[in-house]
């Protein structure tokens, strides 16, 4: 909500109407053209307030992924619901690399429970034709998936690849609906599991139904119980962002 563009001046907090106007104005060919305005603070204000605001419902949804898996698992260890590995860089050096949310069969405390992610992970798999991963589930989140980039899309296969490797079956699980059917098709493909925001009965296709059918958590309801609450904040951030002040 207090996002100030930064118009250049990486190192500050950002720039506020009356620097914009000061600076702008003082810039011959942008205050000839009339660039010096409020309209285009508010512009600039907007353009990168918008992708702080998915940047940080992303967060949220890590977040809210991770805390329901510690609640619906009673792991023993809090940790176990993150999963991460390490990675050699192009200069030599390592790096972790870190998804958002881990289901370990073993650390289940309900049988009920780990019965249903185990029914639901061989079944998946079966549907995919790939093997049965040894230790459980691990999920990259994400709040939407609007864009095609190849380079994110190469980093989750990599991603994949490795928890494969590690014996985990790597599951994309995307809270919006708003998703290109391409990447679903290359994300299977890949072997590994997608979920998304859809409203249906299907735990291998819907989020909402995984965890409602198989973690025995309503998410759906959640959101809907909360509706107006966080309504009420998004609103209250846009009127800030589109503002010029």
Not at 77 to 91: F, I, N
Not at 127 to 156: A, C, I, M, T
Not at 200 to 221: K, T, V
């Amino acid at each position: 909500m207090d996002y100030k563009p930064k118009l250049g001046n990486a190192s500050g907090n950002g720039v506020d109407l009356q620097g914009f106007q000061e600076l702008y104005g003082a810039d011959p060919f942008y205050a000839w053209i009339g660039l010096n305005s409020d309209l285009m603070y508010a512009a600039h204000k907007a353009a990168g307030g918008m992708t702080s605001i998915y940047r940080q419902i992303g967060i949220g949804c890590e977040r809210l992924f991770r805390k329901i898996i510690i609640d619906m698992t009673a792991y023993s260890d809090p940790r176990l619901a993150e999963w991460s590995y390490t990675a050699q860089t192009r200069a030599g050096g390592n790096k972790k690399l870190s998804l958002d949310g881990r289901l370990e069969l073993s650390e289940i405390a309900s049988d009920e429970l780990k019965g249903r992610v185990d029914n639901w992970l061989r079944q998946y798999c079966d549907e995919l034709g790939v093997e049965h991963p040894k230790y459980g589930v691990v999920f990259e989140v994400r709040q939407g998936y609007k864009s095609k980039d190849s380079k994110r899309q190469n980093g989750d296969i990599d991603n994949a690849a490795v928890a494969w490797s590690k014996g985990y079956f790597p599951v994309f699980a995307i809270f919006s609906s708003q998703i290109d059917r391409d990447i679903v098709l290359r994300y299977r493909n890949s072997s590994c599991g997608i979920l998304v925001g859809q409203v249906n009965d299907n735990p291998n296709i819907s989020l909402f139904a995984f965890f409602d059918q198989i973690l025995g958590f309503d998410l759906a309801g959640f959101f809907e119980r909360n509706s107006d609450y966080l309504k009420g904040e998004i609103e209250n951030v846009l009127e800030h962002l589109l503002s010029a002040e």
